[in-house]
């Protein structure tokens, strides 16, 4: 079992920057896949990022990728989603989630844990 807390949303200026945090409980984030998603009000919740707790192999989604960045501190069992030049459509709540063992996966249902979410807020 892994409990997650993300935090670090907020309201941003379009072509700002956020750096989302979630703090890990329980046990070790080199156990796990992590990854980060996000949901628009009236959508599917959408793969954002993953990363291997373990090797720290990386995967965006590539309306992100150059923009965004993952990465854990394992010391601090806290993964990170660094966003810059955000766009009001990068608008949502954003949820951290573990997933036990395997490859790392884009599929919301390949992940075992999630937290409460963070809502980012973006505008024009």
């Known amino acids: 079992q892994v409990q997650l807390v993300e935090s670090g949303g907020g309201l941003v200026q379009a072509g700002g920057s956020l750096r989302l945090s979630c703090v890990a409980s329980?046990?070790?984030?080199?156990?796990?896949?992590m990854g980060w998603f996000r949901q628009a009000p009236g959508k599917e919740r959408e793969f954002v990022a993953t990363?291997?707790?373990?090797?720290?192999?990386?995967y965006y989604v590539p309306s992100v990728k150059g923009r965004f960045t993952i990465s854990v501190d394992n010391a601090k069992n806290t993964v990170y989603l660094h966003m810059t030049s955000l766009k009001p459509e990068d608008a949502a709540v954003y949820y951290c989630?573990?997933?036990?063992?395997?490859?790392?996966?884009?599929?919301?249902?390949?992940?075992?844990?999630w937290g409460q979410g963070t809502q980012v807020t973006v505008s024009s």
């Open positions: 989630a573990a997933r036990t063992a395997g490859d790392i996966v884009t599929f919301t249902y390949a992940y075992d844990f």
């Open positions: 329980g046990r070790t984030l080199s156990s796990y896949v």
């Open positions: 990363i291997s707790g373990s090797e720290g192999v990386t």
